[in-house]
């Protein structure tokens, strides 16, 4: 009876039990593909197969890193899909805390020395942004633990030393094998990956078999895999396509029919010679060309032809609203007319729903704590001062108020609370704490402060006061004393002039 080894292709019999590993894991990538393009093509049949709608519309059936990467580096809106939400969730610098005390811990000191010179917060951007385009993306940490290419292929050892960090796309970190074995806490995620790292300028570059200790990997939205997620133009790559078609045939329909056509008719009664024929030829190529602007044409009338130009701004609203619903980027904002009176609040709140929520869910726990974490287990970074408190990652408050914001609120409030103040029943009908709580929305910290700044400034105006009266009191003291003596010396002379005359 034949073994399973025995029913065997004899190239796979004669493959070690690493290479058959590797094997099974190009199958099982293969695998998943198939799996993926066999969904996607169904997505545009109807009728039972008999109408293919991505066919007959010109949509590509299966995508790759390489379609979505072309969309990225050439199409405008496709850029700003990508570019807008990560640009705005790295934007403001990130701060790791692990005590609320004054002074630093050793953890939050020896962080903010790394961050600062691997510049951090730029690689994890460009990270953000290759994870955006295609499935996922990886941080190659590079440590001094690794003396040979070769050494890359082993587990991290030791407590190394960080050397560098390259955020590497899809496309160039192929996953080489997967941990197959079910009873693994790694079971169904990669083992190795072959990453290929750009020389220079790109024109080379290097490939390395490089174990997953030595990787951070990080996958957008994922669904079943926890290692494949799904890259942001997939959902609206048709819609892409269609914007791309419709702006591109806008532009050359003004471009044909912007500059009108002309056509010649030859009077009945003229006889058009070759000579003449050759010489109109050339001055409508010269007119063509710029290089004349008046047609000389003896028995030949030119008349212009119908511009035919439509506006195509409705059709390119539509498409951009749908790729807005998709992605969650409001409209103002992804067209980049967010500025001035166009931005409005419920826009405003909606975009900083959507900073807040990437930078919960993908800068914080994807990308910034299992780097963090991996850098206290290769002893980069100091261990934390307690296990149960940990540390925190603090960002900056994205509802914070504009400049905008704060002065359309303070003439909102100066003009209610110019009303309440010169109406003289105000007071019957609301307590001025209700008015300062319910009408202008302040909270009681602020009422509070309100309360306390009104106290100072009446005793600062009865301390006016009182100054003013002792400095009244003192001049009319004064005053007095000067007349007494006014008056002391009238009774001297009128004394001196009483004695001058009994003499």
């Excluded at 192929?174 to 790694?186: C, Y």
């Excluded at 609301?430 to 602020?446: N, R, S, T, V």
């Excluded at 306390?452 to 400034?457: I, L, N, S, T, V």
């Amino acid at each position: 009876m034949r073994t399973p080894i025995d029913r065997m292709p004899a190239h796979l019999r004669s493959m070690t039990d690493a290479q058959l590993e590797t094997y099974k894991s190009a199958l099982s990538v293969m695998s998943e593909l198939t799996n993926r393009w066999e969904l996607a093509s169904r997505a545009g049949l109807q009728y039972e197969g008999d109408r293919d709608i991505y066919e007959a519309l010109g949509y590509k059936t299966s995508l790759s890193y390489l379609d979505y990467y072309a969309r990225y580096e050439r199409q405008d809106i496709a850029a700003a899909i990508i570019d807008r939400p990560v640009e705005a969730t790295w934007k403001d610098e990130f701060t790791l805390v692990e005590s609320s005390d004054d002074e630093f811990t050793p953890l939050e000191k020896e962080w903010k020395a790394l961050a600062e010179e691997f510049d951090v917060a730029s690689k994890f951007e460009r990270l953000d942004t290759l994870a955006c385009i295609g499935q996922y993306s990886v941080l190659l940490l590079g440590l001094d633990d690794v003396t040979t290419t070769e050494g890359h292929a082993s587990p991290v050892v030791g407590k190394p030393k960080l050397l560098y960090l390259k955020p590497i796309g899809e496309n160039n970190a192929q996953i080489a094998s997967w941990d197959t074995e079910s009873t693994s806490p790694r079971f169904g995620k990669p083992s190795t990956y072959s990453i290929k790292v750009q020389l220079g300028d790109g024109s080379s570059n290097k490939t390395l078999q490089v174990h997953h200790s030595r990787v951070l990997h990080v996958a957008g939205k994922t669904l079943e895999s926890e290692i494949l997620g799904r890259p942001v133009l997939q959902s609206v790559f048709n819609r892409l396509y269609d914007l791309e078609k419709t702006v591109g045939a806008s532009a050359e329909m003004f471009w044909r029919g912007g500059r009108p056509g002309y056509k010649a008719s030859i009077d009945d009664n003229y006889t058009m010679s070759d000579t003449d024929k050759e010489d109109l030829l050339d001055q409508i190529a010269e007119y063509e060309h710029n290089l004349r602007r008046i047609l000389v044409a003896q028995g030949v009338s030119i008349e212009s032809l119908a511009q035919q130009v439509a506006d195509p701004s409705n059709v390119v609203d539509v498409l951009i609203q749908m790729i807005s619903a998709v992605t969650g980027i409001p409209k103002r904002i992804l067209t980049g007319s967010e500025r001035g009176e166009l931005a409005s609040t419920t826009d405003r709140d909606s975009w900083m729903d959507l900073i807040d929520a990437r930078r919960n869910k993908i800068a914080t726990k994807q990308i910034i704590r299992p780097f963090v974490d991996r850098c206290i287990e290769y002893g980069i970074l100091p261990q934390v001062k307690s296990e149960e408190e940990g540390y925190v990652i603090e960002w900056p408050d994205s509802y914070a108020l504009t400049e905008k914001d704060r002065v359309e609120i303070g003439k909102s409030r100066a003009t209610a609370l110019k009303e309440y103040a010169t109406n003289p029943t105000s007071e019957d009908m609301m307590p001025l704490e209700a008015f300062l709580k319910i009408i202008l929305g302040l909270d009681d910290d602020q009422i509070a402060l309100i309360e306390e700044m009104r106290e100072a400034q009446m005793e600062e105006r009865l301390e006016e006061e009182e100054k003013l009266l002792l400095e009244q009191e003192e001049r009319e003291r004064l005053l007095r004393e000067e007349e007494e003596k006014r008056q002391a010396r009238q009774g001297e002379n009128f004394e001196e002039e009483e004695e001058g005359g009994e003499v």
